[in-house]
């Protein structure tokens, strides 16, 4: 083995070792507007999950990334974001302009 393959080898390995195993990781949250939550603020909250969960190492793998949705009441949601960094701290809380979430671990993928 040629020490340039070496050294990319132990690379790889150090970085794989850093991010831990991955996870599925939980989002739960609400909205603040209640039942008058519109569409379209669904959609937006869905986005930011969506760009937080590949944020935190999520594979981009088009629906799988995150899935779930809102209630039928439609301002509380669930949401998974699927294979994420095995290191990420918990719980990991989402603030954003009307709607808050937490994430946390839900087990390995």
Not at 66 to 84: I, Q, V
Request: glycine share 12%; proline share 2%.
């Amino acid at each position: 083995m040629r020490l340039s393959d070496l050294i990319l080898l132990v690379t790889a390995t150090t970085v794989f070792a850093a991010r831990g195993t991955p996870i599925h990781v939980a989002f739960q949250g609400n909205v603040i507007f209640g039942t008058l939550t519109t569409d379209s603020q669904r959609e937006e909250v869905h986005d930011s999950l969506r760009v937080h969960c590949l944020d935190i190492g999520a594979n981009e793998k088009g629906e799988e990334t995150l899935t779930g949705g809102f209630d039928g009441d439609g301002y509380h949601f669930k949401y998974l974001c699927n294979c994420a960094h095995g290191n990420t701290r918990f719980p990991l809380v989402i603030r954003e302009a009307g709607w808050s979430a937490e994430g946390t671990n839900a087990g390995n993928c």
